[in-house]
């Protein structure tokens, strides 16, 4: 510490300013772009998180009839204990689809799932899961382009579960 005190001292004022400056300007940078940045991520990464567990549990409460209904009209599928309404729309936004699901909702036959603007890609790994894991196959399924390459909108059907 001493030697670098020295050198600072034996610089002429207008070298000690320039230094004292970049110092102070060295510090601000790394205060926010090392912890004010980060932190003001972390905090809208969970106000974001908050306000997604609000809308879910709002429209849990709003759809909480309809969904124990459906829940005694079919066999619970793939030893998950869901029924296939909350199966398809859980399995859904696992899938990264949350954002592509506009409906799912439950009819004499089975779950029907309306997709906008969904990757084509991940609904049909989407798709598979529910087959393979889950035991529900697609009794019908309407698939139209978006517009926008590999994006879709989709109509699907799935049938009660296989046991």
Same mark, same amino acid.
């Given at each position: 510490? =001493?030697?670098?005190?020295?050198?600072?001292?034996?610089? +002429?004022?207008?070298?000690?300013?320039?230094?004292?400056?970049? @110092?102070? $300007?060295?510090?601000?940078?790394?205060?926010?772009?090392?912890?004010?940045?980060?932190?003001?991520?972390?905090?809208?990464?969970?106000?974001?998180?908050?306000?997604?567990? !609000?809308?879910?549990?709002?429209? &849990?409460? @709003?759809?909480?009839?309809?969904?124990?209904?459906?829940? =005694? +009209?079919?066999?619970?599928?793939?030893?998950?204990?869901?029924?296939?309404?909350?199966?398809?729309?859980?399995?859904?936004?696992? $899938?990264?689809?949350?954002?592509?699901?506009?409906?799912? +909702?439950?009819?004499?036959?089975?779950?029907?799932?309306?997709?906008? @603007? $969904?990757?084509?890609? &991940?609904?049909?790994?989407?798709?598979?899961?529910?087959?393979?894991?889950?035991?529900?196959?697609?009794?019908?399924?309407?698939?139209?382009?978006?517009?926008?390459?590999? &994006?879709?909108?989709?109509?699907?059907?799935?049938? +009660?579960?296989? !046991?």
């Amino acid at each position: 510490m =001493n030697k670098l005190r020295a050198w600072y001292a034996s610089l +002429q004022k207008r070298e000690q300013r320039v230094v004292a400056v970049g @110092a102070v $300007a060295l510090a601000l940078i790394i205060l926010v772009g090392g912890i004010l940045l980060p932190l003001q991520s972390a905090v809208s990464n969970a106000l974001k998180s908050g306000e997604t567990k !609000r809308e879910d549990l709002a429209w &849990m409460r @709003a759809n909480a009839p309809e969904i124990r209904a459906a829940g =005694n +009209q079919f066999p619970t599928s793939g030893g998950a204990g869901e029924p296939p309404v909350v199966l398809v729309d859980r399995v859904g936004r696992e $899938a990264g689809l949350a954002s592509a699901l506009r409906g799912t +909702q439950p009819n004499a036959t089975g779950v029907r799932v309306q997709l906008e @603007a $969904a990757p084509f890609d &991940m609904m049909v790994g989407w798709l598979d899961t529910l087959d393979r894991r889950y035991g529900l196959a697609i009794e019908s399924i309407t698939i139209d382009r978006n517009g926008a390459p590999g &994006m879709v909108n989709a109509s699907i059907t799935f049938s +009660q579960p296989r !046991r």
